[in-house]
C-alpha cells in the first residue's frame, strides 16, 4: 500500500513508520501541519527547516500543510492538504503513531474514512516500555525537546532517551512515551537515517502555551 505518514519529528511517528515499511508499505511522504503564524510544527514546536533537514536524512519527502491562527480549522485544513497528496501521490493509507488515546484513534479514523484512506496504527495498545526499549534496541536516537514543566523539570529538555530512563520517568508518574503529551521528542539518528542530524547549539527556555513547558530552542543543527 502507497501511504504518507503522519509526521511529528519524534520517536512514536518514527517507530510507526519504520513497522510500516517492515510490513511492506511504500511510505511516499512524511507529513505534518504548521503554523502559518510561527512557520513552526502545530504539536510539537519544531522549526520547518529541522524536519525538512531530518526528512532529507531519512530520504522521504516532506509534505507541510499550513495551519491559520484558528485551531477550529484544523481538521477542514489537514484534509485539505493530505487530500491533495491522495491525488497527486496516489496515497492510500496513512501510519500514526497513537498507543492508547482512544479519542485521537477515533478522530483519525473517521477522518481518514471521510478521505477514502485507511489508518494505520502499528504501535496500538502496546506496552509503552518495551515500545522505548525496542526504539532504543533498534539503533534509534531521540532527544527531549520540549516537557511539561509541572512534571519534568529543565533538566530533562535535550536529554538522550534511553532505557534506563524508563524508570526514571514512571517514577515521576510520566508515561515513558509521553503518550499523555508530558514531553516530545527529535529523531536524530537511525537505521533509516543518512547520517546523524547534528544539534550544535541549543538551549532550555521556558513558554507558556497550552501548558507551561520547557522547550528545546535549536539554534543551529546539520
Known amino acids: 500500500m502507497s501511504v504518507m505518514a503522519s509526521w511529528s519529528g519524534g520517536k512514536d511517528c518514527c517507530l510507526a513508520t519504520y513497522r510500516a515499511m517492515k510490513q511492506g508499505h511504500r511510505v511516499k511522504a512524511l507529513f505534518n501541519m504548521t503554523s502559518k503564524a510561527t512557520g513552526r510544527c502545530c504539536f510539537h514546536g519544531l522549526r520547518s527547516g529541522i524536519l525538512e533537514l531530518q526528512a532529507d536524512l531519512i530520504g522521504i519527502p516532506l509534505v507541510q500543510g499550513t495551519l491559520s491562527d484558528d485551531m477550529q480549522d484544523y481538521e477542514k485544513e489537514f484534509k485539505t492538504a493530505v487530500s491533495e497528496q491522495i491525488q497527486t501521490a496516489g496515497i492510500e493509507g496513512m501510519v500514526f503513531g ?79 512515551c509521553g503518550e499523555n503529551g508530558e514531553f516530545h521528542t527529535l529523531v536524530v539518528n537511525g537505521p533509516i537515517f543518512k547520517r546523524r542530524l547534528e544539534i550544535l547549539d541549543a538551549e532550555p527556555v521556558l513558554k507558556d502555551g497550552f501548558w507551561k513547558h520547557w522547550a528545546l530552542d535549536i539554534k543551529s543543527f546539520r
Open 98 to 176: 497513537d498507543i492508547y488515546l482512544d479519542e485521537h484513534k477515533d478522530w483519525v479514523e473517521r477522518v481518514c474514512s471521510d478521505m477514502g484512506i485507511t489508518a494505520l496504527e502499528p504501535l496500538w495498545q502496546e506496552s509503552t516500555g518495551k515500545l522505548i526499549e525496542e526504539f532504543v534496541e533498534i539503533g534509534f536516537e531521540a532527544v527531549i525537546v520540549s516537557c511539561k514543566a509541572d512534571v519534568m523539570g529543565r533538566e530533562f529538555a535535550g536529554r538522550k532517551i534511553t532505557k534506563e530512563m524508563i524508570g526514571e520517568l514512571e517514577a515521576n508518574g510520566v508515561c515513558p
